[in-house]
């Protein structure tokens, strides 16, 4: 699915240069020497050059001060050559994160963290989704997974995860933004685990994403769910004694019960870079009027 998003962005790019359009600009603001940071925005990159996105990365020491930082969007948001900035988060703990999501132009923020495009998404109006959840909404529609009438359990609260797909699945698919029309129960890290296991048995779809490894188990998956791991964990392999990444989903328990599942690594994952480049070309063209 991700190929198929990422083949369809630069098809489309390739159609706006042939109009005389320049190829899109994608920013990339990173802060500190994070290695998993490194690693998303070298991924992020990679997808950008092979759809025809031109990217930038601009480094910055960690011990930037927020009015530095502030003064970097600043420029950017005023270079009529750069389509779509993006600050890798986290940031270091002396800058707010929501002051800096707030300083990226609403019409340039390819991450959807806005609070222009955060209020849009609340209120099913055009804006530019957050990859993550945008992604996840791709693969419920190209698969042809319904959500119509069905339930949904969301496990996991975040404002750029959590928040965003539960309005995604739950708001009217007659609006403006079009919505799944499920039934929705959000939980999180305090839902007590037999009153999430109530909730997930009987879930037509489940959405996990609370940073808990093995969180959702077999016994509590309803028969022939859909299930959509975005958990990333690091943990040790008491076999090998060596780190792995996991989900928040028990896979291999799991995959015997559910009807659809997503790995981890390899699967909400490449869906999120894909979505990206989608928010570049939409930037680019200024799609949505702010």
Known sequence: ???????????????????GNRNP?????????????ATYVKNKISACKKVGIQSDTITKDPSITQDELLNLLDKLNKDNAVDGVLVQLPLPDH??????????????DVDGFHISNVG???????????ATPAGIWEMLKRTGIETFAKTAV????????????????????????????????????????EQLKMFTKSADI?????????????????????????????????????????????F??????????????????????AMLCKNTLMAAQKKIAY
């Open 154 to 193: 969301v496990c996991g609260r975040s404002k750029n995860v959590g928040m965003p797909i539960a309005m995604l699945l739950h708001t009217d698919h007659r609006h403006e933004r079009a919505g799944g029309d499920a039934t929705v129960t959000q939980t999180h890290r305090y839902t007590p685990k």
């Open 120 to 130: 849009r998404l609340c209120l099913d109006q055009p804006c530019l989704l957050p």
């Open 206 to 250: 489940v959405v996990v994403a609370a940073g808990i490894p093995n969180l959702i188990t077999a016994d509590m998956v309803k028969e022939g769910a859909c299930i959509i791991d975005v958990g990333i964990n690091r943990v040790k392999d008491e076999a090998t004694g060596k780190f792995k990444l996991v989900g928040d989903v028990d």
């Open 1 to 19: 699915l991700a190929k198929d998003i990422k083949n369809e962005v630069k098809s489309d790019i390739s159609k706006w240069v042939e109009k």
């Open 25 to 37: 600009n994608l920013t990339v603001v990173l802060v500190g020497e994070d290695p998993a940071s």
């Open 95 to 108: 800058i707010d994160e929501r002051t800096i999501c707030n300083a990226v132009a609403p019409e340039k």
């Open 252 to 273: 291999d328990g799991v995959k015997q019960v559910a009807g659809h599942i997503t790995p981890v690594p390899g699967g909400v994952g490449p869906m999120t870079v």
